[in-house]
Structure formats: C-alpha cells, structure tokens
C-alpha cells in the first residue's frame, strides 16, 4: 500500500481507500477515482506539485495534497 | 409529475390542438461531453440566452418546432454529479430539482460511459421522464467499437440514442424520441440498489409519506435516496417541515448502522460505490471497445506538458494571445475610435449650437463609443480562451501553471485573465469565468487590477521621462510592470488566507481529451459573450461615461469664455492664442465639479505632496486611464497630449520626485476605470465584494503611497 504521490510515471495501481475530506472526495469519485477503481499515473510536472492520472479513460488533473490521500496497491 | 400524455392522446384526433402542445426539455450532462456541439447541430433552432437568477452562468434555450409539437431544450451548465460542488453544478442541480419540466435528456460522452453513467444514475432516482444520448459515437466506431443501443435500454429502462454531433448522427433521432417519449407514459423504474439500501429507503419513503409534500411516492423516493446520500439541498428543504423530527431521528441511526454493515466512512461513500458498480457493470455489458494503444492525446501531451518543454511552449501561447489580442485588438480600435469621433464632429456641426448638441455629441455618442470600443479586444481574446478551452489545452495550461500559483493561493488556471489584465482589465474580469470555483475566481478577480493595462502606460511613460531621465527608461517600466504583478500575487496570497482560511480547495480537474473546435459553437459563445457584454456592463460604462462628462462640464462659466474669446480674438500670433484656449480649458475644467471635488478632497493627497491639479487628474483616472495624463495637460495648461515637452517641464517644477513616485503608485494600484469596475459589478452579483473590491484597492492604494514617499523621505530625496 501507497500514496499516488509515490507512484512513478507510467505505474498502474488499484485505489484501496481514499482519505480526502469533501469536497475533493466528492470530486475524486465524480471523476471516477473511487475505491477499487484501476488507475494509472500519466505525468507529473518536474517538482512533481501536479499530477496527471488516468482513472478508466478519464485524464484527471491533481495536485500534490490529493495524491497523498489516494491509497493504492501496486498492480503487477 | 407528467400528465401530459393524456393530453396528448386526445390531441391526436384534433390538429389544432397540437399545435399548441408544448415540450419542455432540460439538457443535463457532465463537462466535456459536447453538449453545446449537439444542440447546435439541432437544424431549424431558435437560441436563446439569458442569464440563471443570482449567478453569472449563461443560460442557453433552444427551441424547435416538429409536427407541430413547440419544443424547448433548456442547456444547463455541465454537472459532474447531484452531490454539487462549482455554483455552475448548483445551478443545473437547483434547475433539475425545483422547475416543472417534461423531459430530462442526459448527454453522456461514449469515451467514458461508465464514469458518465454514474450521473446518469442520479439522475434515473428522480424517476423522471428521460432519454440517454450517448454522444461521440463516431470515436468510438473510429477505433473499432460500438455500444449496444438495444441492451442499454433493457437495462436502463429508457430509450438510447447514438449520436455524433460532428457527423451530425442521431440529431433528427433526439428530436423524434422527445416527441415518442411525450406522448406515452414513463416506463417503470429499473434501477435498484442493493438489498440492505433498498430497505432503509422503503422505511424513510414510509414516514415521508406521512407528510403531504410526499404524496407522490416516485419524489419520496428520491428525496429518500439524496437523505441516504447526505444531501445539503435536501436537509435544507425538509428542515421546516413537521415530518423532518421524525427523518432526523431514524437518518442519524440509518448513518450509523450502514456505515458499520458496510464498513464505509459515510453512506455518501456507500452509494457512491454502489453507482459505481453498476455502471462499471453497464459499460461492461453494453461498450464493446478494442484495447487501447497510447492514443493521439498522449502523444500530444508528451510535447505540450512535457515536464521542461511544457511551460516555455505555454508562456509561447501566452505571449501570441496576448500580442494577438491588444496589437491586432488595436487596429479596429482605432477605427471604431476614428469612426464615433469623425460622427459627433458632424453632427455637432450640422445640429444647431447648444446644450442638446453638446449632450449629443459631447456626452452620449462618445459614451457609446466607449463602450464599443472594447469589443475587438474582448471578441479576441475570447475567441483564443474559448480555442484553448474547446481543444481541451485550457486544462494543461492549469496543469502546467498550477505547482507556482498554488504557493499564491490562486490555481492554474487564473494564469489567463492575469496575463490579459497587463492589455486590458475589461476583457481580463470576463476571461476570469474560466475558473469555475467562487473562490478562486473572487480572489483572482479582486488582484487583477494590479496587473497595469495597457491604457496605464502613457501615464508610467511621462513620469519616468520626467523624473526618471537618468535611467533607461525600458528598466524603469519593467520594474513598475512586475512590481504590480508581485504586489498582486502576494495581495492574493493574503486574501486567500484572512478571508478563506483552511478552507480547503481541491484541484481535481478532468483533462479532456483533444478535440478540433467546433466552429458553430465558437461562434455561438462569441455572440452570447458579446451581448452579454453590451447589455450588462455596456449599460454601466455608458452612464458611467455620461456622468463624467457631467462633472467635466458643468456648471458652464459663460463669462469666463466670453473674455477669454475676446482675448482670443484680440491676440496678435498664433502662438499666444493657442497658449491663451488653454489656459481658458484649464480654468473651465478648474471651476467646473470635477475640479471643485478634486480641490476639495486634495488634503486626502497632501500627505505624499500632490498638487491639486494632480488629484483631479487621479480622479478623471477613474473614469478611464487614458485622460489622466490629457488631464494633466489641460490642467497645467499645456494642452493635452504625451509628445508635449511642455508638461515634461511643467511637471519637473511643480511635482518633486517623492510625490511621482507616490503617483506611479497610485496609478498602479487604486481602482481601475469606471468601465472595469462596471464589468466587475456584472460579473459577481453579491454586494458584499462589490463594496470590498471598490474600497480596498484605493486604500491600499493610499497607504503604500504613503509608506513609499515617506521612506524616500527619510532617505533624503
């Protein structure tokens, strides 16, 4: 188990939990990143302060803090 | 709920009853989906636009006319779930709540179904008449797939459409199934939630019904579901009612116990899983779709967010926006501005002499043309924002942008309307409603003004060549120009933190995919934006022009013009004359009520050594930037204009060093010009930040003015 603020550009991973308060965990499930959900990390910018994930065939747009609440398991 | 098919059954033996049938549709989906590219390809359609009640989020109508049915498609702004967030989803979710309707059409994007479907489940809880229009089918077929139309409507309960408004697919469809769908009757509801869920909502529909707001079992339904889901919105609507005591007590247990069954944080969290489950299930059974390779998007994106290439390829774009906007911008500028004044000089010269043509030609016609005047500029620049947004690059712009601006508590995004600010505040306060949250865009509003307009620059100018005359002047304006934008930042900074502390702002932003704009829809935005702008703030600017106009020309002073005419004529050369008109300009704008309030409050500026003729021309600042150094001119009496050394040198006699740098301060911070203003008060409703953005900047203003002058005074300028 690990933070997505820890995963490397081009891991994939499935979200065990999600410890954001409303109403980023509302955003977060809207945008489809919910518990179980595949997702893969695309980029992130050089100080690694914004993420770009691929949840399903949705490219979300994330900052440093959310990414330290998505816990996930690394996939194989 | 819907009678209307009943109507309508009868209404088929007698046309002319038909005729007066009435459809009423509102069209609901997601961000992102092309909903506007679809409504436009609707043929034959009336738009109309309007503005939502309260907020400043436009409202689209379509309506169409078929075998004899009058339909209505109401556009809401897109809406990424009921648990709403941005003012924009509130809008549509009020929308879809509270207002009579017959029909909703959801619009979802086949590219990613099963999170659009989450939605779409929200929505089929309200048991509501409806159809899904599942849209971009053509990408889809494009790499191989296809969605099964037939299954989905088993599933779902109502009927599907497949569209592509790109290859205009399904339009004609959208428009023959509203008209099926109105004539019958709904079809049962087939969507359920787990056992354990179902129970509890049975128990809270039972003691709803005790109340007769709930008489209909298919709207206790729902507001059964939105309590299980945590709804504000529907707290806040059942809160008065007398059955509220007894929800309240049997919810807080239902909370408790499901969130232990399920081993969940909140029951939000328990249905949200539950959607996502069964939509997962959905796309599963009806999306048949190939593997995907890294698709062209990608490809894209590993140039244009590359982590070192991203942001100069970024500012690039920037900087073409910019030079595009405020340099071509300027060329019809300079038409419309030859244009209002070549005709107020005509029809001063063909109307008799007097106080109407004066008001014609003086007040109205140049009022108008104040306004008109930032048209390019906003048809430009919106034109570029909207071509990032619909390509889908606005949102790496926010991505590449955000890591710096985060630190200033503003989010990527406001990097735009930031950069427009440096060319013209107007069209910078409009560009600000890309940032769809209220705080974000609030305090990005509210520091805009510190990014100094082009119309500022004459003023810089004169006073560096002034007083600056040792310095190279390139140097001196740059300092000035970024000095503004880093007074900004750090303002936001401090705004984010005394107004909205450890509020805590979440940043999760859908990246879409690229797309080619649809040219329809450009163009449809350009319209809306422009008339908009016309009516809202255009009615502002103009009056606001006239009063200024006022102020600069009452009362009239007929003796004192009767014996500066006289000497006028008696002068020998030219010369004198010419000097002689502009002490006469210089003294009539010194008695008339602009004059009279700028002596009057110049003690506020005596602290930092301005002269009388200074604070006036400070105030005529606010009616527009570009006056205060013509201001001047007349004032000191030199007649207006930059390329007059004369004010250069009157300025030097009259103003010490302390009190120009006092000036470049003030210029660069306190209020815009009244037409700013007039489109930041159309922009944001609410009273409250309208009075705070209207004081703050000019005391600000005032005690950096201050600080400034007297530390160079200490340090013995």
Known sequence: ?76 | MNTHHESSLSAENDKSLVKNSKIKVVVAGQPNVGKSSLLNAIGDARLHTGNFSGVTVDTKVVDIKKDGYDISLVDLPGIYSLNAYTPEEQVSKNYLIQEEYDIIINIVDANTLSRNLIFTLQLLDMHKKMILVINMIDEIEAKGGSVDKDKLEMLLGIPVVLSSAKEHKGIDEIVDTIIEVYKHPKEKNKIYYSERIELRIEKLISILKKSPHFKDPDFARFVAIRLLDRDENIYKMIHDLPVWIEVHDILEKMYKKLEAEFDEESTTDILSNERAALSHNLQMEALKIPEIQESLSEKIDNILIHPVLGLPIFLFFMWGLFQLTFELGNIPMNWIDWFFSNSANYISEILPKGEFNSLLTEGVIPAIGAVVMFLPNILILFLGINLLEQTGYMARAAYLMDGFLKKFGLQGKAFVPLVSGFGCTVPAYMAARTLKNPKDRIITMLVLGFMSCGARLPIYVLVIAAFFANHNPGNVLFAIYIGGAVLGLIVAKILRVVLFKGEPEPFVMEIPPYRFPSMKSLLMDLWIKTKMFLKKAGTFIAVAAMIVWFLSTYPHHPKTEQIFEKKIELATNKKSKESLKNELNAKLLEDSYLGTIGKTINPIFKPFGFDWRMTVSVIAGLAAKEVVVSTMGTLYAVGGGLENNGLIQKMKENVDFKAAVALIIIIMIYSPCLAAMSTFYAEIPQWLWRTFYTVYPNVLAWLLAYTVYNILKIAGY
Do not use: F, Y
């Open chain 1, 1 to 76: 188990m690990k933070k997505v603020s820890q995963m490397n550009i081009g891991d994939c991973a499935i979200v065990r939990k999600i410890t954001a308060k409303e109403p980023i965990r509302g955003r977060l499930t809207a945008m489809g990143i919910v518990k179980g959900a595949k997702i893969k990390v695309l980029k992130h910018t050089l100080a690694k302060q914004t993420w770009d994930i691929l949840a399903g065939n949705t490219k979300v747009g994330l900052r440093e803090e959310e990414a330290e609440n998505i816990i996930v398991e690394s996939e194989k």
